[in-house]
């Protein structure tokens, strides 16, 4: 019997590929513990949720963004809003200022995970709490 509050190396490398894949490793890991009817731990059911809802969160922002876009392209001297947006920087590795704050956002999940901590962002992690009975 292992200490209720001990992860295991695999649960961690789990946790933070699930976030460097969009979900898809901790999905394929929930249908995988379904089968075999093993239980999820806490740990990583927490990760796996809360990259899958991230997943479909950035999806939906992005998608609402790019209708925001094409608005504001058709309107003069606004129009230049989203071209600075979206614009590639030299010094962020040729990443928009969008695109660096995404993989940053990630990267700290990836590694806080890998590392056996809870990770937190306001509000969503908030969700998940509420919803894996953790709060």
Known sequence: ???SNE?????RIISAASYLTAGGIGFVWLIIA??????????LMYHILQSIFLSILYFL???????IFVILYRIPF???????????LPFLFNLSVLQALT???ILYLAITSGMGMYSYLPWVSDIININTGRK
């Open 1 to 3: 019997m292992r200490p």
């Open 34 to 43: 379904a089968i075999l009817r093993k239980r999820v731990t806490p740990f």
């Open 103 to 105: 993989t940053l956002v």
């Open 7 to 11: 992860i295991y190396p695999i649960e």
């Open 61 to 67: 922002l992005v998608t609402f963004a790019e209708l």
């Open 78 to 88: 606004i129009n230049a809003i989203p071209y600075f947006i979206n614009v590639s």
